[in-house]
């Protein structure tokens, strides 16, 4: 594991303090080590979602319908393409 070198400091209420406390005790580690594990559990979530979409079966059904189909892509798809690639530059 990368030492660890950058610092993130915020403030929170005493009460939310103590809950972290209790929270970091009752799991076993120190309240910097649980606090960083939550912030960084969290934020993997948070950038997983971002890449992740989910369909109902329906729709899913639909998307294979689609991408299974032999189909030009419309001029509004293409348009969609180039614009996303030019921005993606």
Same mark, same amino acid.
């Given at each position: 594991? +990368?030492?660890?070198?950058?610092r993130?400091?915020f403030r929170?209420s005493p009460?939310?303090k +103590?809950? @972290?406390?209790?929270? +970091? !005790?009752? !799991?076993?580690? !120190?309240v910097?080590?649980?606090?960083?594990?939550?912030?960084?559990n969290?934020?993997e979530s @948070?950038?997983?979602?971002?890449? @992740?979409?989910?369909?109902?079966?329906?729709?899913?059904?639909l998307f294979?319908k689609?991408?299974?189909s032999?189909?030009?892509p419309?001029? +509004?798809?293409r348009k969609a393409?180039?614009?996303?690639?030019?921005h993606?530059?």
């Amino acid at each position: 594991m +990368a030492e660890a070198t950058m610092r993130l400091d915020f403030r929170v209420s005493p009460r939310k303090k +103590a809950m @972290v406390e209790q929270a +970091a !005790s009752v !799991s076993g580690l !120190s309240v910097a080590a649980f606090a960083r594990e939550a912030l960084l559990n969290q934020a993997e979530s @948070v950038l997983q979602r971002q890449h @992740v979409t989910d369909l109902s079966s329906r729709d899913w059904r639909l998307f294979l319908k689609i991408i299974d189909s032999q189909a030009e892509p419309s001029a +509004a798809l293409r348009k969609a393409a180039r614009e996303y690639n030019a921005h993606r530059a």
